[in-house]
């Protein structure tokens, strides 16, 4: 089976920012994890590999045929399952071949192992479906499931998947990791998943420097980075010393020549020695001492460079820590209050019945259950964005929701402004302390909502709930880390584990409960 080999490649957007500038990477005939930053252009470079976007410069060659899956669907003309196989015409002559209405001619071109073929890649992929079935009968979870079963389906060369288990629940996800531990040949599959990225043979870290590749799945990736990290530090630690050391020896070099100086004019004016004796001295001290001032100043603006090198290695690799404010919620504080709470929509059938649930003091818990069972729907019903049909909800804290989407920010307004929005009591000093307790200094608490990445939105939506001046106590996360890079997902855990609130999590997330110290679920 053949890799895939990027070469010298560059690319800018259509408003000509410079995505890629000679970018080169292999990805061999394995499953390889993409990862990095939002914005560093995971998504477009599946799309140059597959041929979807036009190359400015440089070379991707290797696989002849890849199947790529978007993170939104792309049902362009499909309509029944067979229509996303592109066999729909196949089926359509099976099925008149069954009521005994194909010629002759037709029956020797059927393909009598289409169906059973078909189902079976369904099967992979946990689907239970004939191919006939309209896709509009499928939740979403069910389609990215159907669409990766008809990738590979057509087995390409390459697979490239763009982040395939968003959204999907805990069984959707288990089938997907499942199909692709079964599957032989090249597989780029970008994501932010790290129990997804734990079945990975390599990992490749897509950066504004470039690509790097890393053997092994997450945790080796992680390791690595690790040690980067620690290697990081010591060269920091080290390009202080030099500083240090720097500073010390001009501050000597600058003793030893006042001292010198001052010997020089107490000779001339006892007059022990010459004029001229003492003004050749004098020129030598001045020549050698110019010549070493200048040595001690090439080296000085060496060491800071090197400092500023060293600073800036850290920067990248250090995880981001923030200072969260205490909330102040007591141990045995009644928190949330629901019971038998009822909620349908409109014509159909109640989609919550019965639910109840009581948090106390700073628990963190989180609703579980697949694809359509009403997660959402209970978070919108206690954040009061929606009105159960029976039953009660007493939010006895102050209470905020934060989605995936943040949407209690808005594009067009900046970070201050919207602390100021969502925070009209607190006064200018207060505000502009708590943003910059989150990393909102100077210029950047007046960037615009809407220009931010997904990891700067959420710590934007933190400062303004975690830093209110009345302090939520009890924050309401719905699927909050999915489009998240990996940097944006672990600033998250590092907000959520310093906050000491109550959580009530959403989230098919494994990795990310356990890391954000979830105790207790709500299975619905």
Not at 43 to 67: D, N, Q
Not at 229 to 247: D, I, M, N, P, S
Not at 284 to 305: F, I, N, P
Not at 478 to 499: F, I, Q, S, W
């Amino acid at each position: 089976m053949p890799s895939i080999s990027v070469a010298s490649l560059s690319w800018h957007t259509p408003d000509n920012y410079p995505l890629f500038d000679d970018l080169s990477v292999t990805f061999g005939t394995v499953r390889t994890g993409l990862v990095g930053r939002n914005g560093t252009g995971k998504s477009t470079l599946l799309r140059l590999i597959a041929g979807e976007l036009t190359l400015v410069s440089g070379t991707i060659s290797g696989a002849t045929s890849v199947g790529i899956l978007h993170q939104s669907a792309d049902l362009t003309g499909a309509v029944t399952i067979a229509d996303l196989f592109g066999v729909a015409g196949q089926v359509a002559l099976l099925e008149r071949a069954a009521r005994g209405e194909a010629t002759v001619e037709e029956l020797a071109e059927a393909d009598w192992t289409l169906e059973a073929r078909i189902e079976a890649a369904l099967a992979g992929l946990g689907l239970d479906l004939p191919a006939e079935t309209p896709l509009e009968r499928l939740s979403g979870g069910q389609r990215t499931r159907a669409r990766l079963a008809a990738l590979m389906f057509d087995a390409p060369d390459a697979l490239l998947l763009d982040e395939p288990t968003n959204h999907l629940d805990r069984e959707g996800r288990a089938f997907v990791m499942e199909a692709l531990q079964g599957w032989k040949g090249c597989a780029v599959i970008a994501s932010h998943d790290r129990t997804l990225l734990e079945g990975m043979d390599a990992i490749v870290e897509l950066t504004s420097l470039g690509a790097k590749t890393y053997g092994g799945n997450y945790s080796a990736y992680r390791a690595a980075k690790d040690a980067e990290l620690a290697a990081a530090e010591q060269g920091l630690a080290k390009a202080e010393r030099g500083v240090a050391e720097t500073q010390a020896r001009a501050q000597a070099a600058a003793e030893r020549k006042a001292r010198t100086d001052r010997q020089g004019r107490q000779m001339r004016a006892s007059g022990s020695q010459s004029k001229m004796l003492m003004d050749k001295a004098k020129e030598r001290s001045e020549s050698s001492g110019g010549a070493a001032a200048r040595l001690r100043d090439r080296q000085a603006e060496e060491a800071g460079a090197a400092l500023e090198e060293a600073r800036a290695a850290l920067e990248v690799l250090e995880p981001l820590a923030m200072d969260v404010p205490p909330s102040g919620l007591a141990a045995g504080r009644d928190v949330l209050k629901v019971a038998g709470l009822r909620f349908g929509y409109p014509g159909g059938a109640p989609l919550l019945d019965d639910v109840s649930l009581t948090i106390r003091g700073p628990e963190r818990v989180a609703i579980s259950g697949p694809n359509g069972a009403g997660k959402s729907t209970l978070l919108a019903c206690l954040a009061g964005a929606l009105q159960p049909q029976a039953g009660s909800v007493a939010v006895q804290v102050p209470a905020v929701l934060i989605d995936q989407h943040m949407s209690l920010l808005h594009p067009d307004e900046t970070v201050a402004e919207a602390f100021a929005r969502l925070d009209p009591d607190a006064g200018e000093n207060a505000r502009r302390a708590v943003l910059a307790r989150f990393l909102f200094r100077g210029e950047d608490a007046h960037r615009r909502i809407g220009t931010l990445s997904g990891g700067q939105k959420m710590r934007a939506g933190l400062a303004c709930t975690l830093g209110h001046s009345r302090p939520r106590q009890l924050l309401l996360l719905d699927e909050p880390n999915n489009h998240l890079d990996l940097v944006a997902v672990e600033t998250l855990e590092a907000g959520l584990n310093a906050y000491d609130g109550a959580l009530l999590v959403v989230s098919h997330d494994e990795t990310f409960l356990r890391r954000i110290g979830v105790g207790r679920r709500v299975e619905l």
